[in-house]
């Protein structure tokens, strides 16, 4: 896309409303402002009138409001038409946008032109997507934290930090005679130290952001009338899948977001995994094994009735085998209340064990507390900011950096290993904020906005 193009796109949700907004951003704004509204306008200035279109017909009436560059939110001259929010009115006036020279944004193109022009990094573009999505007001709080510069803020901490060891270690490289032994002076390894302290801090508040944006995907496995339904049902607190005594009723996959304690849990009830002639549950089945494979936790239901022992190896073996991760599973026995076992759990056991009845609600609050300590997660109103799972790579691409790198200097003096890898640490942060991303990535990132973005 070229960035020199004036771009135009609707910035309000589509659909009626009471107000609509069409923005424009691009070195033609001015041009078009004289044009559309039959006079020159003032910076930052709200001009209520009626907006002119081609042929000088009155479109529509409302506020145009223009920004000058650099002093806008894109850095370039934006230009914002404020009208009544009819669909056919905004596509009206686009349509006369468009006939004036101005092309139609690309998804996200408007934050795209605001990080190329420095008015924001990476991490507050993504912020923006980041509180337009929010699914919970802790989600939209962090979202803001991360564009107001939380985020930002402490990785070019981290960065600074990083330099002034770089240039440190390097002058020791480089400058021999200078005599500075910092293998055995403890400059070095102290602030190394403290580096991987700082950064283990962030990255925990990072995992915490990510599960409040993201969430966590829990898929409900096992053999036809174990109880999915019924325990998705009571995730869920209402009656969202269908129940009865019958084999293989559910047939397809069955989705539902609830929030335990703000983090989302997109919980996903698959079909009974079973031999079937039938086709259309065989789709459901092969289905169902797509969810287990990308799913953060499966919770594999057994009939308590039926089943007396706690190794899914025992239990079903070609299911355990065919498991990529087994290291996600939770075993849930159900129907506690028919076989007479407690409604309790064993969570120091591989793979952990919940007693539950799913239709009297016996064992589901365990379990939900369950699902949060495997995925790391605690509920706090306290500090956080959004963060992506791209941030969280990058964060551990740079912790193993400089542990390797730390290694290398106590275990070998090996003060240029250290150096190369304090320098590939610091772009691996300086990937989180934009300082060293591929095109590719950046396309990819900025088309998840939406258009008016």
């Not at 409303?17 to 020159?40: D, H, T, Y």
């Not at 070609?318 to 409604?343: C, M, Q, Y």
């Amino acid at each position: 896309m070229s960035t020199e193009d004036t771009i135009v796109a609707l910035a309000t949700a589509p659909g009626r409303g009471g107000v609509g907004i069409v923005r424009v951003s691009g070195p033609l704004c001015l041009s078009l402002a004289e044009n559309f509204l039959k006079r020159k306008p003032r910076p930052r200035y709200a001009h209520f009138g009626p907006f002119y279109g081609q042929d000088d017909q009155v479109l529509d009436e409302g506020i145009a409001i223009y920004f000058p560059g650099p002093h806008s939110f894109t850095g370039e001259d934006v230009l914002e038409f404020q009208g009544h929010g009819g669909p056919v009115l905004l596509d009206i006036l686009v349509e006369n946008l468009l006939a004036a020279g101005v092309r139609l944004a690309e998804p996200g193109e408007f934050s795209q032109r605001a990080y190329l022009n420095d008015k924001l990094d990476l991490v507050q573009a993504e912020a923006i997507a980041d509180l337009i999505e929010a699914s919970s007001r802790q989600a939209a709080a962090n979202a803001l934290k991360s564009l107001q510069g939380a985020f930002s803020q402490e990785v070019h901490q981290l960065v600074d930090q990083l330099i002034h060891l770089r240039m440190y270690v390097e002058a020791a490289i480089d400058f021999p005679e200078e005599e500075i032994d910092f293998i055995t002076d403890g400059h070095v390894s102290g602030q190394l130290e403290g580096l991987l302290q700082r950064l283990e801090q962030i990255s925990q508040q990072a995992q915490q952001g990510c599960l409040l944006r993201e969430g966590m995907n829990v898929v409900l496995a096992g053999r036809p009338n174990a109880g999915k339904s019924s325990l998705m049902n009571a995730l869920a607190g209402q009656e969202r899948a269908l129940v009865t005594d019958i084999a293989g009723t559910t047939r397809d996959v069955l989705r539902e977001q609830i929030h335990l304690d703000g983090m989302p849990l997109h919980i996903i009830d698959t079909a009974g995994l079973r031999e079937t002639e039938d086709l259309v549950e065989q789709l459901g089945v092969e289905r169902a094994w797509q969810e287990i494979e990308k799913a953060d936790r499966i919770l594999l239901l057994v009939d308590s009735q039926q089943e007396t022992s706690l190794d899914p190896q025992e239990i079903w073996p070609e299911f355990v085998a065919r498991l990529p991760h087994p290291e996600r599973l939770t075993l849930v026995r159900n129907k506690i209340d028919l076989s007479g076992e407690e409604a309790t759990h064993d969570l120091s056991t591989s793979p952990p064990v919940i007693r539950i009845a799913a239709k009297q609600q016996w064992g589901v609050d365990k379990l939900k507390e369950h699902l949060k300590s495997v995925m790391g997660y605690q509920a706090t109103t306290e500090g956080g900011f959004s963060a992506r799972r791209r941030h969280l790579d990058a964060l551990r691409r740079a912790e193993a950096l400089l542990v390797q790198g730390k290694n290398q200097l106590e275990a070998r003096g090996a003060g240029e290993l250290l150096a190369e890898d304090l320098r590939l640490c610091q772009e691996a942060l300086g990937e989180i904020t934009g300082e060293f991303s591929a095109d590719d990535l950046l396309g990819k990132i900025f088309g998840e906005f939406c258009i008016g973005k």
